[in-house]
């Protein structure tokens, strides 16, 4: 069983697209993340969801929407994909105030 | 803001080599963690650190919190070929901030 697991693993599409990657995990944690690691490999965090509420929200740009409909799943939907946007995106979760993340295996998009 | 800096960017190893690189920081962490990921993979967490002067060891790994709580160290001792990989420290400022990450280290180890 895999702990933290999305979908899907690569994705490519369009400049002006509308797409969405899902995120699972089943640890029972209760917080979970969105992170972007661009071309040079930098990890930088986009979003922070607790039991749903929305706690850490980074200066993402607004075409870029995480919905959280539980505990255990955190979507994040981007409209009107650009060129700049093409990255890995990992989904991780932790229980609250635990720093020991676990990762999913990332999803790379890439936008031509 | 919040910065790490590590160092070195890469290394370029023979197995059974031992390995130390440390991460840096302007300001004080009350937690260093060191995370290493897998090509095609997700970072996995490898050592966490709580106190100023702890040293904890994972198998070949030992990691410790720098006294003035602005640097952390990881060594690997005899390296091995699946230690390839990207080697990253992080840390949240206090215990309810962000984890931001380190730029990473690169490890490459020849066989």
């Known amino acids: 069983d895999t702990a933290v697991s999305q979908t899907p693993k690569y994705l490519v599409t369009q400049m002006g697209n509308d797409k969405s990657i899902k995120c699972e995990q089943n640890?029972?944690?209760?917080?979970m993340y969105w992170y972007k690691q661009d071309s040079k490999k930098f990890l930088k965090i986009m979003f922070s969801?607790?039991?749903?509420?929305?706690?850490i929200n980074e200066t993402v740009p607004n075409r870029f929407s995480p919905k959280s409909p539980d505990k255990a799943h955190l979507n994040l939907h981007i409209n009107s994909l650009e060129l700049g946007d093409s990255a890995v995106y990992f989904c991780?979760?932790?229980?609250?105030?635990?720093?020991?993340?676990?990762f999913g295996s990332g999803t790379r998009l890439t936008v031509v | 803001g919040q910065q790490l800096n590590q160092s070195p960017q890469s290394m370029f190893i023979q197995e059974g080599e031992d390995v130390s690189m440390n991460c840096t920081s302007s300001?004080?962490?009350?937690?260093w963690l060191w995370y290493k990921q897998d090509p095609g993979e997700g970072p996995v967490l490898l050592i966490a650190?709580?106190?100023?002067?702890e040293l904890t060891s994972n198998g070949r790994l030992t990691a410790q919190f720098g006294i003035t709580r602005k640097d952390s160290f990881l060594n690997i001792s005899a390296s091995i070929p699946s230690d390839v990989g990207i080697y990253f420290c992080?840390?949240?400022?206090?215990?309810?901030?962000?984890?931001?990450f380190g730029p990473g280290t690169s490890l490459s180890v020849i066989p």
């Open positions: 992080a840390g949240p400022k206090t215990s309810y901030d962000k984890v931001i």
């Open positions: 300001s004080i962490f009350n937690t």
């Open positions: 640890l029972g944690h209760d917080t």
């Open positions: 991780a979760s932790s229980q609250a105030r635990s720093y020991g993340y676990t």
């Open positions: 969801y607790n039991n749903k509420e929305l706690i």
């Open positions: 650190l709580y106190k100023a002067g």
